[in-house]
């Protein structure tokens, strides 16, 4: 129904709602545009000089444009109180319980995506900034805490299963960022000092997408869509979107790897 928006395939369950209501608030602004529009064209020619050569004081008597801007207030309030708000409270208030949900820890940095899974136990290892090291702990973890020991972490690519809630937990290590997933309609900055969570169920596999857009290389990109730094062009992630059985076994396989000594 809004295709004709342009916007990136949608690859979430909640984007469609999103999507409706950019595609309103578009015919809504686009009636403005017309009606204010019309309006302007007909007070130049009712108010032309010609026939209008001495101004008049007393000024227009109707209360025609006061209805109109009412009109507009209602329409506008309309949006914000009957769509907007109410979406928004879906969006960022209600986060689905997390033993339901795959949660993911996402650090940005300039300029990368840190992910972060707690793993089997579903408990984060504990992080402190004494124990970052650039190439081999960008995150901190206490590799003492036994949280840590299944904890799975990858630098710009984020699997999840489709069909499940995600939880991504957003924080920054430095200056704000923007964690946007244009398909899956999710933007939200990553702000130094807080975590944020954000949510949203992927229904699109990335198998799916390439088969429907018929291109074998498609990719679901994290963009940071907030000017970071010098290194902001090339602060992008990946995410794969792979069926339940599949992220199971990418799971495996990060928690053999992380096991294996000499990997
Ligand atoms: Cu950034």
């Known amino acids: 129904m809004t295709e004709w928006l342009g916007l990136p395939a949608l690859a979430s369950a909640n984007g469609g709602q999103i999507d409706g209501l950019i595609g309103w608030t578009h015919i809504f602004m686009l009636l403005l545009f017309v009606g204010w529009g019309g309006f302007f064209i007909f007070a130049l020619i009712r108010f032309r000089r ?3 050569p001495v101004a008049n004081y007393a000024g227009v008597k109707s209360h025609a444009s006061s209805y109109l801007e009412v009109a507009v207030a209602v329409v506008e309030a309309v949006l914000l109180i009957g769509f907007s708000i109410p979406l928004w409270a879906a969006r960022v208030d209600r986060l689905p319980p997390e033993n339901q949900a795959i949660v993911v820890q996402m ?3 300039q300029f990368a995506w840190n992910v972060h899974y707690a793993g089997p136990d579903g408990v984060f290892g504990r992080m402190d900034n004494k124990f970052i090291d650039v190439q081999d702990n960008p995150l901190g973890i206490v590799r003492s805490d036994p949280a840590s020991k299944d904890d799975v972490t990858t630098i710009n690519q984020l699997y999840l299963p489709a069909n499940r809630p995600v939880i991504v937990k957003l924080r920054s290590k430095d200056v704000i960022h923007s964690f946007n997933l244009p398909e899956f309609r ?7 000092g807080l975590t944020i969570p954000i949510w949203f169920i992927p229904n699109v596999t990335t198998a799916e997408m390439r088969s429907r857009t018929s291109n074998a290389e498609f990719q679901y990109e994290i963009a940071c869509a907030q000017l970071c730094g010098l ?3 090339r602060m992008r992630g990946f995410v794969t979107i792979l069926s339940a059985d599949e992220f199971q076994k990418w799971m495996e396989d990060k928690l053999k790897e992380n096991a294996d000594p000499f990997k």
């Open 107 to 109: 650090t940005a940095e």
């Open 50 to 52: 010609a026939r209008n």
């Open 231 to 233: 290194g902001h062009y």
């Open 186 to 192: 999710v933007k939200q900055d990553a702000i130094p």
